[in-house]
Nanobody
Framework: QVQLVDSGGGLVQPGGSLRLSCAAS????????MGWYRQAPGKEREWVAT???????TYAEFVKGRFTISRDNAKSTVYLQMTNMKSEDTAVYYC??????????????WGQGTQVTVSS
């Protein structure tokens, strides 16, 4: 069994910053890509950013230059540093990880979500 626990959400003013964390634990042999999605009220879940096991990031256009994804492989943790935040960044943020277990099976796991609200 694998668990992802994401945290760090909260209320921030426009132009402010916030850092999300997501730690994976359980029956993990290795982790390939890790990433973040978000879902705003009344909207579909959308991809935000992904980082490979080697540390190469990719971003959705709407967060380029504002958000930075990183990971600590020793801690099985992925981070999302968000800066210059906008009201449209308000959403529940979900982390995910492509995990290979000790039976060589790879599955994508999700965190429970953390609420981010950008408002003055």
């Amino acid at each position: 069994q694998v668990q992802l626990v994401d945290s760090g959400g909260g209320l921030v003013q426009p132009g402010g910053s916030l850092r999300l964390s997501c730690a994976a634990s359980g029956s993990i042999s290795s982790i390939n890509a890790m990433g973040w999605y978000r879902q705003a009220p009344g909207k579909e879940r959308e991809w935000v950013a992904t980082i490979t096991s080697g540390g190469s990031p990719t971003y959705a256009e709407f967060v380029k230059g504002r958000f930075t994804i990183s990971r600590d492989n020793a801690k099985s943790t992925v981070y999302l540093q968000m800066t210059n935040m906008k009201s449209e960044d308000t959403a529940v943020y979900y982390c995910n990880a492509d995990v290979r277990n000790f039976y060589a099976t790879s599955l994508r796991y999700w965190g429970q979500g953390t609420q981010v609200t950008v408002s003055s």
